[in-house]
């Protein structure tokens, strides 16, 4: 898995959210959720688009929180590039998760592999979450991180992708 460095580029939400989107699904009449096509269709693709803008959110907000803090950019263009960032991602994500619905609407025994799949995605996208919040964070803040995890006995190095310059050795 690579990780991805250049700290203006802004993460896009991707196939590691579409399984579990797959699976998300919101109850909106609430009657316990319906196996009918349009109702099933409907609750499935709107749990998905939910699921796409929660981890696009986080993404860009950790993400343009790192270069709000370094002054690169200000609070007013951190909210309009969370914004941009999370409707194109909430298309998107309607699209997956319109496919996603249909097809486990007529093949309902897919549900289990799809739902082992959004574990392996949620593990990859917990890491992009995990960058994203490093990345945000100064030399003193990820020094003190690492003091902490190391004296809970949490190596944290491999989380990072073999550490940072500067970083090797603590």
């Given at each position: 898995m690579t990780r991805e460095r250049d700290p203006f580029r802004i993460p896009q939400a991707g196939i590691e959210a579409a399984p579990l989107a797959g699976l998300a699904s919101i109850d909106v009449n609430l009657n316990g959720g319906s196996l009918t096509g349009g109702e099933f269709?409907?609750?499935?693709?709107?749990g998905g688009v939910v699921v796409f803008a929660i981890y696009q959110s986080l993404l860009t907000g950790l993400r343009t929180e790192a270069l709000r803090k370094r002054g690169e950019i200000n609070r007013a263009v951190q909210i309009q590039m969370i914004g941009s960032?999370?409707?194109?991602?909430?298309?998107?994500?309607?699209a997956v998760s319109l496919v996603l619905a249909v097809v486990l609407l007529v093949f309902p025994w897919l549900a289990m592999p799809l739902s082992l799949l959004?574990?392996?995605?949620?593990?990859?996208?917990?890491?992009d979450l995990f960058h994203a919040f490093w990345d945000g964070l100064d030399e003193l803040q990820r020094a003190e991180l690492?003091?902490?995890?190391?004296?809970?006995?949490?190596?944290?190095?491999?989380?990072?992708?073999?550490?940072?310059?500067?970083?090797?050795?603590?």
């Open positions: 269709i409907t609750e499935s693709t709107l960032t999370v409707w194109a991602s909430v298309k998107q994500g309607a959004g574990l392996v995605g949620m593990g990859k996208a917990s890491l690492l003091a902490a995890a190391m004296e809970a006995g949490v190596n944290l190095r491999r989380f990072l992708d073999g550490g940072e310059p500067g970083l090797q050795g603590a």
